[in-house]
């Protein structure tokens, strides 16, 4: 199974600031995925990265808000623009392995954000 | 729309009791099923899954699960708990008509497994 890094794997937010995720993956994939996970629920997705293409966003996602770059087909970075308390949350980052829409996911370890 | 259902916040059980952690989903098309499990400050691991053929699914850590088409469950089991299966477990769905691939998660269930 992939192997996924992610950095940082938490942080201190002051509100108003922006803070950029990283997610390396040891293996060549296709799309990558970054979920949310508020405090106490469950993980909702944020968008689909695909290596040379504009990242596609989910309902209540935004480019502006949550920029994605993919240069190449091993990472990917997500940006949490202008924060706010309400942005506070594990960021995860997922790979599919498998094959196409039946393979499993395989997650990051997260990065837990907290934005004062 | 596609969308989990776990009733369960949480299932209480004695280590060496069988277990059961529910499930429902509702997809337009055929699902693919998946079940995740979460340790206290780490990312997801995955469990199990069914996509076709055999109704039991078994996964990792002697899991099972089993896809019922008519009452559209694909509830986790196990036949002996441990106090180490402690954790949070997520019910995932996907729909094989939907091309973004999206996988939809239940709002998870805490199994405590107590001595």
């Known amino acids: 199974s992939a192997v996924i890094s992610q950095k940082p794997s938490r942080d201190i937010c002051q509100r108003g600031t922006s803070l950029t995720i990283q997610c390396q993956v040891d293996s060549q994939v296709t799309m990558m995925f970054w979920y949310r996970q508020q405090p106490g629920q469950s993980l909702t997705l944020i968008a689909t990265a695909n290596q040379g293409s504009e990242a596609t966003y989910e309902s209540g996602f935004v480019i502006d808000k949550f920029p994605i770059s993919r240069p190449n087909l091993t990472f990917s970075t997500l940006t949490v623009s202008n924060m706010s308390p309400e942005d506070s949350s594990i960021y995860l980052c997922?790979?599919?392995?498998?094959?196409?829409?039946?393979?499993?996911?395989?997650f990051g370890e997260g990065s837990r954000l907290t934005v004062l | 729309a596609q969308s989990v259902a776990q009733p369960e916040d949480q299932v209480n059980v004695a280590e060496g009791n069988p277990l059961t952690v529910k499930c429902t989903y509702s997809?337009?098309?055929?699902?693919?099923l998946f079940w995740y499990v979460q340790y206290p400050n780490r990312g997801l691991q995955f469990l199990l899954k069914?996509?076709?053929?055999?109704?039991l699914v078994k996964g990792s850590y002697g899991f099972e699960a089993e896809f019922n088409k008519s009452q559209t469950s694909f509830h986790l089991k196990k036949p002996s708990a441990l106090v180490s299966d402690s954790a949070l477990y997520f019910c995932?769905?996907?729909?094989?008509?939907?091309?973004?691939?999206?996988?939809?998660f239940g709002s998870g269930t805490r199994l405590l497994v107590r001595p």
């Open positions: 995932a769905v996907r729909d094989r008509m939907d091309s973004s691939y999206k996988l939809i």
């Open positions: 997922s790979v599919e392995e498998g094959g196409a829409n039946t393979g499993e996911l395989f």
């Open positions: 069914y996509i076709t053929g055999d109704n």
């Open positions: 997809v337009s098309g055929n699902p693919y």
